[in-house]
């Protein structure tokens, strides 16, 4: 069974700064992706990593996939606050019809 | 664009009721996915559907029923709601190989009084 661990679960930091979430999975996982959650509101798509060596890069936020490692990071470069949200990941794989596991949620806070 | 709607954002029933949630996507995506989200507890899978009629218990189905009529539209049972059913409810549609990449609903904020 598929277990899917991040951290940390709670990061403040400065804006300007830089910062890099982790997710470890513990099986094979033929796919990983990553979700961020806005308060009361629903998840939205960031990154879907296919592959060993994915990286994907969307402006101040970057992701990256090893396979062999079993762990997928979240970079953020240089930090804003309109970044502050919920990041979630969640590894997929198999013929489980695109069910996922989700991780517990990174709650990221910038500050000034 | 990929769009997924629920029936509604926020509802308030009393316990006993029978509640329906609906979700509906336009991407004519082959399976949909109901979780219940609370604090602490992250994302829940409830029951999902890999096409129309056909559905599979996820890992809290207790409490709940699903229906697909249709291929776009799948719905959310509560048959006779109670007070620890008050949760987000969020429907997912999920695209095809290679991505299976899930496409979430905006999700209905459910108070069972």
């Known amino acids: 069974e598929l277990k899917v661990e991040q951290n940390p679960l709670f990061l403040s930091m400065q804006e300007g700064k830089n910062y890099t979430i982790y997710c470890n999975y513990s099986?094979?996982?033929?796919?990983l992706y990553w979700y961020r959650q806005d308060p009361g509101k629903s998840l939205e798509s960031l990154f879907v990593l296919l592959s060993n060596g994915a990286v994907k890069q969307e402006g101040r936020l970057m992701a990256s996939l090893d396979t062999k490692a079993r762990l997928s990071t979240l970079h953020i470069t240089a930090a804003v606050h309109d970044l502050s949200a919920t990041y979630f990941c969640?590894?997929?794989?198999?013929?489980?019809?695109?069910?996922?596991?989700f991780g517990q949620g990174t709650i990221l806070t910038v500050h000034p | 664009d990929v769009k997924v709607t629920q029936s509604s954002r926020y509802l308030v029933k009393r316990t006993g009721e029978k509640v329906f949630l609906e979700c509906v996507q336009d991407?004519?995506?082959?399976?949909m996915f109901w979780y219940r989200q609370d604090p602490g507890l992250g994302l829940r899978l409830i029951y999902f559907s890999y096409d129309v009629k056909m559905k599979e218990k996820g890992d809290i189905p207790e409490g709940y029923s699903v229906s697909r009529e249709k291929k776009e539209r799948f719905s959310l049972i509560l048959e006779s709601a109670s007070t620890n059913q008050t949760s987000m409810y969020l429907c997912?549609?999920?695209?095809?190989?290679?991505?299976?990449?899930?496409?979430f609903g905006p999700g209905t904020r459910l108070t069972v009084t």
């Open positions: 969640a590894g997929g794989g198999g013929t489980s019809y695109g069910k996922l596991t």
């Open positions: 991407m004519d995506h082959e399976n």
């Open positions: 099986t094979t996982s033929d796919r």
């Open positions: 997912a549609s999920v695209a095809g190989p290679p991505t299976y990449e899930q496409y």
